[in-house]
Structures are given as structure tokens and as C-alpha cells.
């Protein structure tokens, strides 16, 4: 049962990378909660707290992304540039939406999780089509008259 799903996800390539990234995603949260937790406990307030820990979430992120759910056509280089880009605006909305849930009385640990799930498909979608591109995935240039 488990093969045959396994397959099947295979065929279907970009469903296959989702599914690769949400469950490498759990590692890469386990860094940011963790970090985030370790802040907390030691005085830092929730906000620095979940910058600091999705720093850490990133690392883990970049190299579980790189090594095993993309192909990227390119070398760790290019791919750190473009995910150090992406990143900053994945950290400028993780702060920004849980400042916003943190404002509307939101729990910490709830608005946390829901910032997380709400960037999921944004940073899956920014990492295949461009941080990440695979050779088969040929950069789209303009054509100039």
C-alpha cells in the first residue's frame, strides 16, 4: 500500500515535491519551536522569540530542500542567494502576520502555528519556481523586440 502510494506521488511530480516539503517542514519547525521555546523560557518576548527560531527553521529548510526535495539546475550558491531573498520576505511575513495575531488577542503557540501553515504553500511555490528551479525548469527570459 505504502509502495503503491509511493509510486503514485512519484508520477505526479509536484505533488510529490508538496508532499516531500510539508514532511521535511516538520524538521525545519521542530529548529524554529524549539529555538523559539528555548527564548521564551529564558525571558525573550514572543515576537524576537519567532524571529530568532525561524532563522534556525531556515537552515534546516534550506539544506533538507536542496538535498532532497528539489533538483535544483543549479549550485548551492545560486540557490543560497535566491533562497537568502526569499527568506527575508518569508521572515518580514512570519514577524508581521504574528504581530497581527498577537495584536487581535491570539494565543502565542495558535498564531504561531497558523503563520506557519498559512506561509507553507507560499514558500513551496517561491522555492520551486525560482529559489530552487530544476534544469527541466528553464528560467523564463523576455524577449526584447
Known amino acids: 500500500m505504502i509502495g503503491r502510494l509511493r509510486n503514485w506521488l512519484q508520477a505526479n511530480e509536484a505533488l510529490y515535491s508538496f508532499v516531500l516539503h510539508v514532511l521535511t517542514g516538520f524538521l525545519a ?25 525561524f532563522l534556525a527553521g531556515a537552515v534546516v529548510r534550506f539544506v533538507t530542500s536542496y538535498f532532497k526535495v528539489f533538483s535544483p539546475g543549479h549550485g548551492v550558491p545560486v540557490a543560497l542567494w535566491r533562497f537568502v531573498i526569499a527568506l527575508a520576505f518569508q521572515w518580514v511575513a512570519n514577524i508581521a502576520l504574528l504581530k497581527a495575531f498577537l495584536l487581535a488577542d491570539a494565543p502565542l503557540w495558535g498564531s504561531q502555528v497558523a503563520v506557519t501553515v498559512l506561509l507553507t504553500v507560499v514558500n513551496f511555490l517561491v522555492y520551486r519556481w525560482w529559489v530552487f528551479r530544476s534544469a527541466s525548469q528553464p528560467e523564463k527570459r523576455s524577449i526584447s523586440p
Do not use: D, Q
Not at 29 to 48: D, N
Open 29 to 53: 519547525v521542530g529548529a524554529h519551536y524549539s529555538v523559539m521555546w528555548l527564548l521564551i523560557e529564558t525571558g525573550t518576548t514572543g515576537v524576537p522569540a519567532s524571529a530568532i527560531g
